[in-house]
């Protein structure tokens, strides 16, 4: 039970302004994932939710009480560190109870609430272990666990997952998000990777140079960017970028010629916009489609990288590189030239300030959130 | 094994030629009876100052100064004699009281300030750690005068106590310095997961950072313990004979009426063993500190 | 919200200053009240001997001094002596730390062997040094050198400025072999063998892959023995005496026998004075180097 908001929040060192007045809102039970290319300031601003870093100005609130005097034991908070932070020279079971040991909890009340958090985390074959002799999966249950112990208000993850490898990480995620469900507790995730925050969010913020980019569902960012970086950084592969000139735009669209000379009309809001304006088109490799017949865009494959169920395209334009994820089957091979094409409600359209020009219309999804897609399977089994 | 068999000849074909006549097994073997003879050669010529006055407190004062020679009936009445000149213990218990002592109390001022400079780092903080440095570099023969002076006013001149305190206020930068590096190898997450847990800093400091950090403190303690033990400029100067440590009562061997080689010897024997034996076993982490982070 | 930031910057302030004050506020006393005593007493009349003579002096004990030949004397071998033993000491102890890499049987005993010297008090090696090494008629060196059929040389008397270079190095030899020891098993093997693969041999190796990699280690040798080196006392004090003459008398010296044989405590400060200054020259380059690898 806990909710957080973030009130014009700032943090300097010296001259270097880390986070540059950040405003959010965080509901009970939402899980939220603070994403961002490395330096962005995600982890310094869980850490300042944390109480680990103070912030320089603005107001941080927890449940709707200011926050910033406030120690981080006492802020009802835990935190699962990056590196785990597990005390080496203490077992797991006194790890997990080490801030039970702090409030002078006494044995056999921490014992009990110690073996509690370790039936969720089938940690219970572990407990007398020292954290030497965990494999790292096994460590980050125990960081976990030691967070589950206090019975937070909110958990905080600072990158939990970049420790382990490929195929661990995919199980945890979803172990996360079984916790999630099992704990009903508000989560605040931060990751520099983009497949974790849309797999895991509620709500993503996404994070450039200490300034919140936007804020939204998985979905929306996807399908409705509001800026050339967030749809660059949402989406695997990259988003691809082409420049292209504005030659109409009314009420319905805006109509732009394409590199090959063709002209396409994109549904987003640009009115205003005179002819010959030059703008940026996104579109994303999955939303190419090949099309020797009619596709108004051409290049050379320069790389060809085939992963059976699908194959990936390097193409290479006059002015530009593009990727494509084609079908696993087709037959091209390196070098040879192809045609291909797009559908215009999948494209976006960017200013040369990088700003979106707003979509007409919204996608279907866009609003859609986890507890949602739960109510929308329960209606249509009812 | 028949691929193992047919792959081997290429392998070998591919190698570069050796030089006719001269096995590569023998040249390899020369080359590492070569460097073992080299090796314990050195070793043994930089020990054998040691090894020889060992050797010599077990010698008759006749032999000690005879020629030298490796073989004599070894006796132990040097070492009798140094313990029954009550003076040899005496000064031995003033170097430990005051070694164990000063590196107390220097592990003491030392911990904190080291902790707030390994954790709470200011833009003050380099310039901290360099001044305190520097403090070292000034000769102790640049303020010997007051100090003698002083400790002559206040009663502290060759007394324990004294010493005790020179030796803390000597070795603090070094420990500091020592403490720092050891404490910034922590990872800091450990104690902010502490912090989280609700550690106060004295629980932190207790529970967290003494524990993980235990190697690293008992190595600069135990050089604080090695550079008093064997300090000789102020226990030299400050002290006579009360308080006169291990260094001053050897140094007493200097002069011309003190030509007994053989107790010499054993009572120099008996000053280093156990400092000698302590460094041996923990050169490897002592090192590390004394590197100042810049060997990890 | 600016008083929360000010509010905070206080607390975080006041944490770091009072954990850090008792060492910080002792090294302070240690350093700045002895220094303006020995500054105030070297502008003073101040002989222990002539009480009554007492007074202002201004800058005449700095006259005497600068006059003294002694002093110029006494700062030539200072820095004689410091460098010498630094390069000794390093060039030496790199060959050694690259010896003692290298696998050979016995190679953890012959490391324990080698560094030996480095717990043994000075006092100690070098009375070892004087009575049983170089003794003129009993001493090994010269024994050594009979049996060669060599004129046995009066190492004290003919080369003492040399002798006492060879004792320092002897001590400060396995130090330094310590830590570039430590410094070099920290260097990557992989680099040595994509050097290898590269085509460089074992000189190659030295000179581009470990010797640069040494680099911050051997500046820290360089810093940690200058510290002590400068003030080399009990080594002189116990073997020549500052003699014959002064071919021997390094600065720390020849304070001591100025303060404490000839009990003149003006002209013993100014030369405490002209010591500080000497070492702080030397520190400024030294703290810089320093600074350099905490940077890092």
Request: aromatic share 8%.
């Amino acid at each position: 039970m806990a909710t957080l908001q973030l009130d014009r929040v700032t943090k300097s060192f010296g001259d270097t302004h880390v986070i540059q007045g950040v405003d959010l809102e965080v509901d009970d039970k939402e899980f939220v994932v603070f994403v961002g290319p490395s330096g962005c300031g995600k982890s310094t601003l869980l850490r300042m939710i944390a109480g680990l870093e103070s912030a320089t100005s603005g107001d941080i609130l927890i449940d709707g009480q200011r926050m910033n005097d406030i120690g981080p034991a006492d802020r009802g908070l835990a935190m699962v560190f990056q590196s785990y932070a597990l005390y080496p020279h203490m077992t797991v079971e006194d790890n997990m109870g080490f801030s039970l040991r702090l409030a002078g909890v006494d044995k056999p009340a921490r014992r009990e609430k110690v073996r509690e958090a370790a039936r969720i985390l089938q940690l219970e074959p572990l407990l007398d272990r020292k954290p030497k002799a965990l494999s790292g999966g096994q460590r980050q249950r125990v960081a976990i666990g030691r967070a589950i112990v206090r019975n937070p208000g909110i958990f905080l993850f600072d990158e939990p997952l970049s420790n382990l490898d490929a195929a661990l990480r995919v199980q945890m995620r979803i172990e996360l998000a079984r916790l999630h469900e099992e704990l009903d507790a508000t989560m605040i995730y931060v990751t520099h990777d983009q497949i974790e925050a849309m797999t895991m969010a509620d709500k993503i913020v996404v994070l450039q140079g200490g300034v919140v980019e936007q804020v939204g569902s998985p979905m929306e960012l996807y399908h409705h960017p509001c800026n050339r970086f967030v749809a660059g950084f949402i989406g695997s592969p990259k988003m691809n970028f082409l420049p292209v000139q504005v030659v109409e735009a009314d009420a319905d669209g805006v109509g732009v010629r394409l590199p090959g000379g063709d002209v396409t009309r994109v549904p987003v809001a640009g009115e205003k916009l005179s002819p010959g304006t030059p703008l940026e088109l996104g579109i994303r490799p999955e939303h190419l489609v090949l099309d020797e017949a009619q596709g108004p865009l051409s290049g050379e494959i320069q790389v060809l990288e085939r992963l059976g169920g699908q194959t990936s395209l390097y193409v290479r334009m006059d002015d530009a590189m593009v990727t494509l994820m084609a079908d696993g089957d087709i037959a091209h091979c390196v070098h040879d030239t192809v045609r291909f094409g797009f559908e215009s409600h999948r494209a976006h359209l960017f200013d040369a300030e990088g700003l979106a020009l707003p979509s007409l219309e919204k996608h279907p999804l866009a609003g859609l959130r986890r507890q949602d897609n739960r109510v929308a399977s329960d209606a249509n089994g009812a | 094994m028949t691929t193992a068999k047919t792959k081997f000849p290429a392998t070998a074909e591919r190698m570069p030629p050796q030089a006719a006549g001269v096995s590569p097994l023998r040249s390899a073997f020369a080359r590492r009876l070569g460097l073992t003879a080299l090796g314990w050669a050195i070793a043994c010529l930089i020990f054998f100052p040691i090894f020889w006055m060992v050797l010599t407190g077990f010698k008759t004062e006749s032999a000690a100064i005879a020629d030298p020679s490796l073989i004599f009936s070894p006796t132990l009445e040097s070492y009798i004699a140094v313990q029954e000149r009550a003076g040899y213990f005496k000064f031995a218990m003033n170097s430990v009281v005051v070694a164990f002592g000063s590196t107390l109390a220097a592990l003491l001022i030392a911990i904190p300030s080291a902790y707030s400079m390994a954790f709470l780092p200011t833009r003050r903080t380099k310039g901290t750690l360099l001044w305190m440095l520097s403090t070292k570099m000034l000769p102790p023969v640049g303020v010997l005068v007051p100090i003698y002076l002083l400790f002559r006013d206040v009663g502290l001149l060759d007394t324990r106590t004294g010493l005790t305190i020179v030796y803390t206020l000597m070795n603090l930068p070094i420990v500091v310095w020592m403490l720092y590096t050891f404490f910034k190898d922590l990872p800091k997450d450990i104690l902010e997961a502490g912090r989280m847990d609700g550690a106060s800093t004295l629980q932190e400091v207790c529970f967290l950072l003494l524990p993980l950090t235990l190697p690293g403190i008992a190595s600069t303690g135990l050089l604080s313990v090695i550079l008093s033990w064997n300090e000789a400029f102020w226990s030299l100067n400050l002290t006579s004979s009360k308080a006169a440590p291990l260094t001053a009562y050897i140094a007493s061997f200097s002069s011309p009426e003190g030509l007994f080689w053989a107790k010499l010897s054993a009572a120099s024997t008996m000053a280093i063993a156990p400092i000698l034996v302590f460094g041996w076993l923990t050169q490897k982490q002592m090192v590390r500190g004394l590197t100042f982070g810049a060997v990890k | 919200m600016t008083k929360t930031r000010a509010a905070g910057r206080t607390v975080g302030g006041l944490r770091t200053l009072s954990l850090q004050a008792p060492a910080v506020t002792l090294l302070l006393l240690w350093m700045i009240v002895p220094l303006a005593m020995t500054v105030w007493f070297s502008l003073q009349r101040y002989n222990l001997l002539m009480p009554e003579m007492t007074g202002f002096a201004g800058l005449e004990n700095y006259r005497y001094l600068f006059t003294d030949p002694a002093l110029w004397t006494a700062m030539g071998n200072t820095l004689l002596l410091v460098g010498s033993v630094l390069a000794i000491t390093v060039v030496g102890g790199t060959l050694l730390a690259v010896l003692f890499q290298q696998e050979f049987p016995g190679r953890g005993v012959a490391r324990v062997l080698a560094i030996s010297p480095f717990f043994v008090m000075p006092t100690v090696s070098a009375l070892v040094w004087k009575n049983m090494m170089m003794h003129p008629s009993n001493g090994v060196l010269s024994w050594l050198a009979e049996s060669f059929g060599l004129p046995a040389v009066d190492w004290f008397s003919s080369l003492p400025l040399t002798s006492i270079i060879i004792i320092v190095s002897w001590q400060w030899l396995p130090f330094a072999l310590l830590i570039l020891l430590t410094a070099i098993q920290s260097l990557d093997d992989d680099q040595v063998e994509a050097a290898r693969m590269d085509g460089a041999g074992p000189v190659a190796i030295f000179f581009f892959i470990t010797l640069p990699h040494l680099k911050r280690a051997i500046s820290v040798v360089i810093m940690i023995e200058m510290i002590f080196l400068l003030t080399i006392f009990a080594e002189i004090f116990v073997t020549t005496s500052g003699g014959p003459g002064l071919a021997t008398t390094n600065l720390a010296f020849l304070i001591y026998i100025q303060a404490l044989l000839d009990f003149d405590v003006g002209m013993a400060s100014a030369g405490g004075v002209v010591a500080v200054i000497l070492a702080n020259i030397v520190a400024i380059f030294l703290v810089r180097m320093v600074a350099k690898n905490l940077e890092s």
